[in-house]
């Protein structure tokens, strides 16, 4: 328990950086990205958009990097469900849910590296629909992790 003490301890110098954050609260109806989203999604390029497929390409930042220097596995994890979140998303419509997220994290980014980041539609069977995401380091070509995500939507009745 005292080694996770110890690791979790924050230096002077990260609480400061920390306490100089401003961070406003969320809005609901009135803003449309959070805090959070606008942490992770910052710095993302849209490269190309089709039904079922969203290419983007994205160069990992120093605020989403381990005490490694390696793109932390939580922000890949986001990454995976904003992405594929955005895929499926339809205008005017709730956002999906998740219901279940599988990432295999094959090797590492390392600050400064550009990533592409590619989500495919697998299938859809009423408001379920599967989704796969491919992150590659775009100058080796090397996989960095690969995801599968399912999410549920509400669709208008036809009745």
Known sequence: MEKAREFLQVSKEESDIISQLDIKPHRVGIDH????????????????????????????????????GNLATGAIANLVDEVTGALVHVEGLPMNVSVDMSISFLTTAKLGDELEITARTLGQRGGYKGTAVYMRNKETGELIAEGRHSLFGKHESKM
């Open 33 to 68: 990205r959070s805090f959070y989203e606008d942490f992770t999604l910052r710095g993302i390029r849209v490269n190309r958009v089709e039904p079922g497929l969203v290419s983007c390409t994205f160069k990992v930042p120093p605020r989403l990097t381990d005490r490694s």
